[in-house]
């Protein structure tokens, strides 16, 4: 929002010598945040006066109109100036700009011959004096003073213009009203509320036939007829600046009027050309089917929500998209000579939706879904028919429409002590009543305990909450004032086994290399169809969000893997090719047939009924953690060649994980799985005590297509919520004997499982077993075609005494004996 201090000035006494920096200040100290201030005086520096035309000779011979004019500027003699414009003749008075002057840019005006002809200084238009909106051509002055009389006051050049950035939740600050009050609040100096003066109340009798058919969409319906108004009537020149300067485009005197009440108070308003209404007004929701052409020229089709405001008997056609924009049908035109002034208060929710629906975000409904003050559509009506009067004549009809269907303002019960328990600064009751009262609440003090009974002021519709009052105390008072203090921190019993093990699994991980990423908790339907998800896969019941981000990502996400792959393809795309990534964190399963949440206040603590009600409507959030890889895990350099990520890195990092999860390896088992989006044949079942947590392996080829991933992606993902608590570790004793260490080379089938005969090896080697670690594995054809060779280190040792040979090869021939009545593992090259 972009407004003058010119205009605050009008409804608030600031200071003489007051400058932009003093006004950012104190708006600052009370929360509105201002993205520029704007001296607009210092723009152009040098003589800028008033020139009276005296002389136009066109000059001849040039490619396009020159003229050479002499120029009154105030001296002794006129000023000789050539100018390309044709917008002004002999008499007029115009802004211009003395040699040794500059414009915006840097653009510096001086003495020199062109054309042929002398020229000192320029004749400006609005556009090379920076000037927003306005004029086209050069700016020629209506009732000017003398010339050489200083031309910034006429043109606006005097003034300072803020850029503010108001939030959400301080509708009232999008109004030179609301601005002003706020700054009468910082710098304590009388206030003019243009909101409360008196204006003339409803008649009996109504310049227009008004129904509101839904009063929780409207509970406020004003309107007042102006007949017979000049429609050649210009906005005067006061009127089409500040618009300009608010970024408003001027339209005709009736719509600028309208723009400009809402500038001024905040009320939006709309204009109706009256003999271009067939009928009786309606106000009502949208009909199934129905459309309108709104001002911007396009065709909406209307949903069951939308509120509309139709012309003729009922139903009625609708010409006003309520709140938001008016219809083409009704519009003000040039000609227009009867205006039906609308304001109305709607509702904010409803508008918000419209607004987002539509993707429609006129200055209205920026103002209505912030809230407006209910109170103000006679005022508003008051100051437009006023204005209008005054510049364009016309007669307004002494019927007032006021249909008013408020309800009554809200009561907010307040402990006097809160403020100074929530903010740490010592309030008192008194000042706490003071402050509020100066935010415009009426309050009611208790005689018998600290309770204030506050009713907020129309214009706050954000002031709901005891919380909401206690910023409304702490900002008036002063952010400054508050202590910049710690709070003690209780006393606690440190970190929980679950966020201790995502700790450490976290570590783990980094430690082996991966590089944490935090994702965004949303993916997109399609990817279901992308992994090659069967229609029975539970992951497919997402949750989906009312109010997305992005409607192309509605659902919270049931896998880790979209986002995750998301984050993959967008660095690969900026060049990095060999990742490993990984993330922990919530996936999301619905829980059906819950119901709604209860309601909640912030002014106390919930019971623990309410928290586990609204505990148990929440959706299922088990923790996961998943690692993705693509190209080398091990790069190529002077040492020798790179490695690329396989399959088997994926499950290597579900091991590190459920190591430090503390799984003990007994309790691990990985199998053969087949899981979407993993490649069948290169997919690993993760299991820990015989129930599946994860999976982990290569990407299936056509996932790994319709995801747009490099060949050979591998990922893994485990439940850790799944895991059971680790156990309480028995140290080892450790054996000061030295280890017999054999290896043994096994051929098997090539469809068993590394891990199941790892498994065979150690549960029958006995108790002299250390340690069990696969070190190779071969193929070829010399084994066979369904033949594989695996190779491990078997380590024993004696807690009391040196092995002999004969115990360390006994229990190495008893686990390879195991592994041969299992799977038929013979010992290779026997």
């Known amino acids: ?82 100018c390309g414009a044709r917008n002004f003749v002999v008499g007029d008075d115009v802004v211009v700009i003395l040699p040794g002057g500059e414009l915006p840019g840097g653009f510096t005006i001086g003495a020199r011959k062109t054309y042929g002809r002398m020229s000192a200084g320029m004749i400006c238009s609005a556009e090379e004096l920076g000037l927003p909106g306005g004029h086209d051509g050069i700016i020629v002055l209506a009732d000017a003073p003398a010339p050489g009389t200083d031309a910034r006051p006429l043109v606006g050049l005097d003034d300072i213009i803020l850029e503010l950035e108001i939030t959400p939740d301080r509708g009232y600050a999008m109004s030179v009203r609301g601005l002003a009050r706020d700054l009468s609040l910082a710098l304590k100096v009388p206030f003019r509320d243009a909101g409360l003066v008196s204006a003339p109340s409803g008649t009996v009798d109504v310049p227009w036939s008004v129904t509101v058919d839904d009063q929780k969409g409207c509970d406020r319906f004003a309107a007042r007829l102006v007949r017979g108004i000049d429609p050649s009537a210009p906005s005067p020149d006061f009127i089409q600046r500040r618009l300009a300067v608010a970024g408003v485009r001027s339209i005709g005197l009736a719509v600028d009027i309208t723009n400009y009440v809402m500038l001024e108070l905040g009320q939006p308003m709309h204009a109706f050309d009256a003999d271009r209404l067939d009928g009786p007004l309606l106000v009502r929701r949208a009909l199934p089917g129905e459309k309108i052409t ?38 003000v035109q040039p000609g227009t000579t009867n205006v039906l002034f609308e304001a109305a208060h709607w509702d904010a929710v409803m508008v918000g939706r419209t607004a987002r629906r539509h993707k429609l975000f006129s200055e209205a409904a920026k103002r209505w ?229 209860p309601v909640m206040g912030v002014d106390e603590r919930p019971s623990d009924d309410d928290l586990f009600a609204a505990d148990a409507t ?116 450790i054996s000061t004997y030295p280890a017999a260490l054999i290896d043994v080379a096994l051929v098997v089938p090539a469809e068993v499982p590394a891990a199941s005969v790892e498994s065979a090896l150690a549960g029958a080697a006995g108790p002299l077993l250390e340690a069990v670690r696969l070190f190779d594995v071969y193929e070829s054809e010399a084994l066979g075609a369904d033949k594989k060779s695996l190779a491990f280190k078997l380590t024993f040792r004696a807690p009391d005494r040196t092995l002999t040979v004969e115990e360390a090869v006994a229990a190495r021939d008893a686990a390879v004996a195991a592994a041969a009545s299992e799977f038929g593992a013979t010992l290779r090259g026997a």
């Open 618 to 733: 929440l959706p299922k959030q088990p923790w996961h953690v998943a690692v993705v890889l693509a190209g080398e895990i091990s790069p190529a350099g002077w040492w020798g060649e790179g490695r690329q990520a396989t399959w088997a890195d994926a499950i290597e990092a579900a091991r590190t994980v459920l190591s430090a999860a503390g799984v003990p390896s007994s309790s691990v088992a990985v199998g053969a799985g087949d899981e979407a989006p993993w490649h069948p044949g290169r997919c690993a079942a993760i299991e820990v005590d015989g129930t599946i947590v994860g999976f982990a392996g290569e990407l299936h080829p056509a996932a790994i297509s319709a995801l747009d991933l490099p060949r050979r992606t591998c990922a893994m993902e485990l439940n850790l919520t799944a895991l059971p608590p680790a156990p309480v570790v028995q140290a080892r004793s």
């Open 369 to 597: 879904e912030r809230g407006v003050d209910p109170a103000l559509p006679l005022v508003a009506i008051d100051r437009a028919v006023g204005l209008l009067l005054t510049h364009g004549g016309g007669t307004a009809s002494e019927e007032i429409l006021d249909l008013d269907y408020r309800a009554a303002a809200p009561l907010i019960e307040l402990d006097a002590t809160l403020p100074a328990r929530r903010i740490g600064v010592d309030y008192s009751r008194e000042q706490v009543i003071s402050l509020l009262q100066q935010v415009g609440c009426g309050v009611v003090a208790s005689t018998s305990s600290d309770v204030l009974t506050v009713t907020p002021p129309s214009w706050r519709s954000d002031l709901i909450d005891p919380a909401d009052l206690v910023e409304e105390v702490v900002r008036l008072d002063g952010y400054d004032v508050v202590p910049s203090l710690l709070p003690v921190a209780p006393a606690g019993n440190g970190l929980t086994a679950s966020q201790s093990r995502r700790r450490s699994v976290a570590r783990a991980l980094a430690e082996a290399g991966y590089v944490e990423v935090l994702d965004y908790p949303f993916m997109s339907p399609s990817v279901f169809d992308a992994f090659g998800m069967p229609s029975s896969d539970n992951r497919r019941s997402a949750v989906r969000l009312a109010n997305p981000l992005s409607e192309e990502e509605p659902l919270l996400r049931s896998t880790l893997l979209p986002p995750l792959f998301t984050t993959l393809r967008r660095n690969i795309g900026r060049g990095t090719r060999d990742l490993a990534l990984y993330e922990i964190g919530a996936v999301f399963h619905p829980r059906p047939g819950t119901g709604r949440p």
């Open 1 to 82: 929002m972009r407004i003058g201090v010119s205009w605050l000035r009008e409804h608030v006494d600031l200071p003489d010598g007051i400058t932009g920096v003093d006004v950012e200040q104190a708006l600052v100290s009370l929360g509105i945040e201002v993205d520029s201030v704007v001296d607009q005086a210092a723009t152009v520096t040098g003589s800028l006066v008033v020139g009276r035309v005296l002389t136009i000779e066109e000059l001849t011979g040039f490619k396009k109109p020159i003229r050479h004019c002499t120029v009154d500027v105030g001296g002794a003699a006129p000023q000789e100036i050539v």
């Open 294 to 331: 709104t001002l911007d020229g396009v065709v909406r089709s209307l949903d069951a929500e939308d509120m509309v405001i139709c012309s003729g008997e009922a139903p009625g056609t609708p010409i006003s998209l309520a709140a938001v924009m008016g219809g083409e049908t009704s519009e």
